[in-house]
């Protein structure tokens, strides 16, 4: 999906660069050497504005598809970590494609939150600065949903330590122990889904550190595999095998914004 806004103007050698046709001075030679239109016009001039929206820039006679931001989706698998460079492990970053793991005229790629190293599942990048402060922003409140493992069975009933009682501890909202640099906490209240006497879906509206495994620590149980979802109204693509990535339709992007196009 190409995020654009309506309007809006940037030079023509930014725009060229950040789509990958090589540093600012090489896109300079490139548009004085007359290998860039605009509008089906020779331009020469490197420092000319362009609209994002409604101008047609051509390079070599093929039309460019201007991007503002990157919205991508990834199923992420197990055994990579949520950062740009790791000195131990393989990132998440590296199982991007180098068309898109760059940088934007709205900024550089940035994940949306963070999931843990063996966790998997729906995992957001984007350049879009205000919809990653929108999802990650504590008083949004934005629900994201996990299917959950656990290593102890849970027998159907409301007394303690049974389903019942697992989902009133927390729709009520639990206190976790800390955990590594993080100090104790009280979460907010959250909800959890029964599939099985192990499985479950838990839908929480923060995001604390390790904080689905804390819950169910403090529960007594233990969360043997974690997979994430949902954010908001956005669903993982199920298609999507594990380690790959496409970019959010329009359609999905409404849904991650909860918001009806």
Known sequence: MAGKVLGQRERLDKVLANHGFGTRKEVKHLIHFGRVTLNGSV?????????????EICVDGKALEVKLNAYIMMNKPAGYVCASK???????FSL??????????????????RLDIDTE??????????????????????????????????LPGNEEGQQDDYVKKLSLGMHIEAEGNEGEADCLPAHLEWKTQDEACLTVYEGKYHEVKRLFKALGNEVIYLKRLKI???????SLPKGSWRELTSEEYALLLDKKI
């Open 96 to 113: 991007l494609g180098e068309e898109l793991n760059r940088n934007y005229l709205g900024g550089s790629l940035q994940l949306v939150g």
């Open 43 to 55: 331009c020469r001039d490197d420092a000319v504005h362009v609209n994002l929206e409604t101008d």
């Open 232 to 238: 908001n109204g956005l669903t993982l693509d199920e």
């Open 121 to 154: 599942g729906l995992l957001i990048f984007t350049s879009d600065g205000a919809l990653n402060h929108y999802i990650t922003s504590p008083q949004n409140k934005i629900p994201k949903t996990y299917f959950v493992r656990l290593k102890d069975k849970i």
């Open 86 to 92: 790791d000195g131990l492990h393989e990132t998440v």
